[in-house]
C-alpha cells in the first residue's frame, strides 16, 4: 500500500501543477472511461486549470452514458489548435494505440497514465496503474483527495458510474472492500445510485433489445455448455435498425445463461458489408476467476480484465474466431480442473 500511496501523491502533485491539459481514454468508451475523464475534468477545472476532453473517435457514446454531466462538452475527432501544447492525460487506457491518435501522443509535451488494466503499457512520463482497483474511477477518487479537492455531487456521480460499471455492477472479484466503501462515500456526496443504475442498466432503446434478440437467435454452445457464443453480422444491425454503440453490455447476458462460464459476442460493423476484408469486434466475459479472458484477448492482439476483455479482429470470418475460443477456453478449463 505504501508504494501505491506514494504513487497517488506523486500523480496529485503533478496533476496539480499542470495548467493546460487534455484528458482522454481508449476508443469505444465505457462508464469508467466517460466517468473518469468527465470527473477528472471537472475537479481541475474547478482548480483553475485549462482542461480540456477529447476522444479520437466521432461515433456517438453508447446510450447509456448519455445522462452524464459534461459530455457534450467532450471534443470529438479534430484535436484542439493548441494540442501541443497541452500535457495529455490518458485514462483507462491500457496502451498508446488504445487512444486512436498516434498524432496526439507523438505531439504530446508530456504524458500521464492513470489506469488498472494489468495489461498496461507504462507508455507516459508518469504511470499510475493500480492492477487491483475495481476501475480507474476509484484510483481518481483517492487521486483527487491527495489533492485536497471537494468532491461535488456531479463528480461523484461521474465516479460512482465508472465503478458500477467496471466492477461488474459491483459482482467481480476487484470489487474489494475499498470498493465497497468508495461508492458509499461519494453515494453520501450526493451520487444518487439509483438513477445511474436505472440510466445504465434499465433504460434500453427498442433497437437494443432488437439487437439482443437477433444475439440469442444466433446463440450456440461449446465446451460442454461452458462456452456460449452468438454472432451480429452488419444484416443484424441492419434488421434491428441499431449502431455498434448498442451492443453494450449484451455479452453479459449470455454469461449469465446457466452453466456458462465464458461468454463471447463476435460483432461486425454495421457498414461491414461495404468492407474488403472481415473485421469483428469481440467481447468476452468470464464468471470464474479460473478462466482469464484478458489473456485469450491478448492473444488476437486485445486486452482488459481477467473477467472481461475484448480485441478486434481483422481478417479473421467469425467461425475461425469461435473455434480459437472453443480451443483456448477447452485448455483454460482443463487447466483449472473445472472438468
Known amino acids: 500500500m505504501g508504494s501505491t500511496d506514494r504513487a497517488l501523491t506523486t500523480v496529485a502533485e503533478a496533476l496539480a501543477a499542470e495548467t493546460k491539459i487534455l484528458i482522454t481514454c481508449h476508443v469505444n468508451p465505457d462508464g469508467d472511461a466517460l466517468g473518469s475523464v468527465i470527473a477528472l475534468h471537472l475537479a481541475l477545472s474547478s482548480l483553475g486549470a485549462d482542461s480540456v476532453m477529447y476522444l479520437s473517435q466521432t461515433d456517438p457514446v453508447a446510450p447509456e452514458w448519455c445522462f452524464l454531466g459534461g459530455l457534450k462538452q467532450i471534443i470529438k475527432g479534430d484535436l484542439p489548435a493548441d494540442y501541443q501544447l497541452r500535457t495529455l ?29 494489468a495489461d498496461n503499457t507504462r507508455f507516459g512520463e508518469i504511470n499510475l496503474v493500480v492492477n487491483g482497483a475495481s476501475s480507474t474511477a476509484e484510483i481518481l477518487f483517492f487521486i483527487m483527495q491527495k489533492m485536497g479537492f471537494d468532491i461535488t455531487a456531479e463528480i461523484s456521480e461521474a465516479l460512482y458510474t465508472g465503478i458500477l460499471v467496471d466492477s461488474g455492477r459491483f459482482q ?16 453520501g456526496r450526493g451520487a444518487r445510485h439509483t438513477d445511474i443504475f436505472r440510466h445504465v442498466y434499465e433504460t434500453v432503446p427498442l433497437a437494443k433489445t432488437r439487437l439482443s434478440c437477433r444475439m440469442f437467435d444466433h446463440l450456440s454452445l ?33 454469461r449469465a445463461i446457466e452453466g456458462v ?79
Open 172 to 187: 467481480y472479484a476487484s470489487a474489494s472492500p475499498t470498493t465497497f466503501r468508495v461508492a458509499a462515500d461519494l453515494i
Open 261 to 339: 462460464i465464458v461468454a463471447a459476442l463476435i460483432y461486425a460493423k454495421p457498414d461491414q458489408e461495404k468492407a474488403e476484408a472481415s473485421s469483428y469486434r469481440l467481447s468476452l466475459r468470464s464468471s470464474s476467476g479460473a478462466v482469464n479472458v484478458q489473456r485469450i484477448a491478448k492473444a488476437k492482439g486485445g486486452g482488459g480484465h481477467p473477467q472481461a476483455a475484448g480485441a478486434s479482429i481483422n481478417g479473421e470470418t467469425a467461425a475461425q474466431i469461435t473455434e480459437f475460443l472453443a480451443d483456448r477456453v477447452n485448455r483454460a478449463i482443463a487447466r483449472a480442473g473445472l472438468k
Open 89 to 117: 492525460v490518458a485514462l483507462d487506457c491500457g496502451s498508446a494505440e488504445r487512444i486512436g491518435n498516434e498524432e496526439l501522443v507523438k505531439s504530446s509535451p508530456r504524458i500521464i497514465n492513470i489506469d488498472h488494466h
Open 222 to 254: 461449446a465446451c460442454d455448455g461452458r462456452l456460449a457464443v452468438s454472432v451480429l453480422e452488419a444484416e443484424d444491425f441492419r434488421q434491428a435498425a441499431a449502431g455498434d454503440n448498442l451492443t453494450e453490455g449484451l455479452v453479459d447476458s449470455l
